[in-house]
Every structure is written in C-alpha cells, then in structure tokens.
C-alpha cells in the first residue's frame, strides 16, 4: 500500500500535493478532494505526507484521519521524506518531481508544506506552486486551464 502506479493517470492533469505527514494541512486536502470529486475525469490528485517538517508519524493514524475522518478520496501514498538529501528516503515521485534532469524542468528541493506540483495530461511538469495556494485562487485556477482539454 501506499505505492502509486502513474499510468493509472495516463491522460489525466495530476496535482501532486506534499503535505506535512505530522499537521497536514487539512482545509488545503479537503479543497484539493473537492476539486478532485468535481474533475474525476480530467484531474487527478496525489497526496506524499513527508515527515520532513516534524517529527516521526504512525502512518495508520494519519491514514485513518485523511481517510476515515476527513472522507479524502484521492490517492495518498506511504510516508516518506521530502528532501534530495534524503537519498532513497525521499518519494519516488519527489525525486523525479524535484530534478531537472529527470522532469526537464526545475531543480528544486522541496521547501514547504502544501507545495503543489501540476502535470499536465502528457505526464510533463508544467507548474510548481511553492505555497499553499487555495484552489479558488484566479493564479490556481488559470495554471489548471492551461492545458486542460477543450473538448
């Protein structure tokens, strides 16, 4: 459990949300899985809890509050670490997600809890928001539009 299998999202725009695996940001998670539930067919979104910015979590205890008690619907995968440092720690997702050579285009560790990463429907990074950002910001909603389809 926790393992994502990214071809389930082939032509779909992905929302990779980093959220803090000890405080999560839950107004944030709960914005995002309305946005989800309302876009099921063009949107998905992926929660990494990374215990970077607190310390260690039970990952049943956070499960159970994002799923059980906040209702998340969308993917969230096991705890892991944030950071490049990190090595082998940081989520296989994170690692691609913050290297240039793999993503093609930023080089950037993750800094904060709530960064959001958006990949348009080709699987190409297209969009990193380093602060929390409510999904009903005009700047969110018009980095969503960018690429979503017109048909």
Known sequence: KGNINMSDYKSKKIIVVVCDAKQPDQQQLLSLDSLYRNNKKILSVIA???????????????????????????PITAISKAKKNTGNAQHELLQWLTKKESNKKVDKDVQYDGELFVLNEKGNLYARLSQKMSVNNPFFIRILAQTLPTN
């Not at 039970?58 to 969308?74: A, C, N, P, T, V």
């Open 48 to 74: 990494v809890p990374v215990e970077d910015f607190n310390n260690n979590v039970d990952e049943k205890e956070l499960k159970r509050i994002l799923l059980k008690q906040l209702g998340i619907s969308f």
